[in-house]
């Protein structure tokens, strides 16, 4: 089992780290800060100086031939493996708009790896090529506000067949990306057939962001921000037609496309969480020599030192863990690696929300101020334990699998 970088890859991550540091990193606090500030009031809407920095920023990047990471496995990307473009996510990681700049951001990523695999030419030619130049955003919408959708086989938005077309009819939230105003493709898990079997009652559909019959009805909160002008939309659909042609893979396949989709960008997640625990631990270090308190530097009051060393430790253990769940995927595929990929889900978020908190911690009330990224990242790793399934779910899974071992498979 090799996990470490390999030599192809050893350079990418060389100029990613740079760029990430000395390029993007001074001005995503100004990216954000222009948050509210066009002229129509509109949070929702980005102002020009937003729009400035992250075209020049992606205008930079392609140039140096850095975009586009993510596409493992396809003659339209680097060709990297899952365990290489590992590295480069952690290092995106570090901070808020660089995967962006990459052309390695949530949700389109997996959204792109859906057109890639599943759709048709035509799919590809209208959604696929304008993300994969970073042209338009997109959304994947698939929880509901009226049923348990850590189970998706409750989802209930309803496609119903009406001659060359399909009708949808519910509600959808949490659609990450869907209140920015570049976004212009949703892909949607829908009931098809109620009365089929479980993991057959669904089908993704590919909807123009602004068809007819879809209303968004509000942004949800994530502890009290609406993370304009990304967001997390609630929205409605009411006789939303949608043509039979952007039906993906067939009817009663959600569940099969979702997996697919879900599978590496969860792998993709749990590395950017490790990221933001590095620049968590980095920022602790530095603010732990550089502070004294009681006529001692921070690093050695109370158990610093035991935390500091215990962050340490558990990054590693983390990161291990995220390299051989990609490493399976790599060599044993999806399905294979799902038990690995529970187990990151749960440990990756988990591990870096506690190097936050203890960051946090070591900054005192700035800690949790506008003045230091921590409080951000830790309301957005909070966020993650929900995000592509919550930890029970995953705890579920890699219990069940273990269970299998002593009952002959058939748990």
Known sequence: MDLGMTERVRPLIEQVRQMVETEIAPLDREYHEEVGRHPSGDRFRMTERQLEIL???????????????????????????????AYLAEEMGK???AAEVFNCNAPDT???EVLERYGTEAH??????PLLRGDIRSAYLMTEPDVASSDATNIALTAVRDGDAWVLNGDKWWATGAGDPRCALYIVMAATDPDAHKHSRHSMFLIPAD??????LRPMHVFGADDAPHGHMHI???NVRVPQEDLVLGEGRGFEVAQGRLGPGRIHHCMRAIGQAEKALELLCKRAMGREAFGKKLMDLGANYDIIANARMEIEMARLLCLKAAWVMDTQGTRAAQPWISQIKVVAPLTALKVVDEAMQVHGAAGISQDFPLAAMWTHLRTLRFADG??????????????RKYSNGKL
């Open 236 to 238: 409605r659909f009411t």
């Open 110 to 112: 997996g959204n792109m």
């Open 95 to 97: 901070v808020g708009i």
């Open 55 to 85: 075209n020049s920023l992606k205008a930079t990047a392609k140039e140096r031939g850095l975009w586009n990471f993510w596409l493992t496995d396809s003659e339209k990307g680097f060709g990297l493996t899952t365990v290489e473009y």
């Open 211 to 216: 068809a007819e019959g879809i209303e968004v």
């Open 390 to 403: 919550p930890d029970a779910v995953h705890r579920r899974q890699v219990a069940r699998t273990e269970l």
């Open 124 to 129: 590809k030619e209208k959604w696929l090529k």
